[in-house]
């Protein structure tokens, strides 16, 4: 069992930068496969950003790749989301996720932080 908390969300200026950070509990993070989705008012959740366990793999929507950076710390349990010239089609509730290495679907999810970016 895995439980995710989100947290760094909040009100931004266009053009500002946000990071996000996911918590995790439990003492097999590095095993995990990391991801951080969004959800806009009205719109279907999409993909953001993954990160392996180890970090050494990193995949990201092509339409942020240049302006989000997703990256982990095992030490500390936690993946985060660098999010640069921030953009007001970029508001939504950001979720991050946990995939196991053996799963084809992320298992675990966190409940979500805000981000809204103003013009």
């Known amino acids: 069992q895995v439980q995710l908390v989100e947290s760094g969300g909040g009100l931004v200026q266009a053009g500002g930068s946000l990071r996000l950070s996911c918590a995790a509990s439990?003492?097999?993070?590095?095993?995990?496969?990391m991801g951080w989705f969004r959800q806009a008012p009205g719109k279907e959740r999409e993909f953001v950003a993954a990160?392996?366990?180890?970090?050494?793999?990193?995949n990201y929507v092509e339409s942020l790749k240049g302006r989000f950076t997703i990256s982990r710390d095992n030490a500390k349990n936690t993946v985060y989301l660098q999010m640069n010239s921030l953009k007001p089609e970029d508001t939504a509730v950001y979720s991050c996720?946990?995939?196991?290495?053996?799963?084809?679907?992320?298992?675990?999810w966190g409940q979500g932080t805000q981000v809204t970016v103003s013009s």
């Open positions: 439990g003492r097999t993070f590095s095993r995990y496969r």
């Open positions: 996720a946990a995939r196991c290495s053996n799963c084809y679907e992320y298992n675990y």
């Open positions: 990160i392996s366990g180890s970090g050494g793999d990193t």
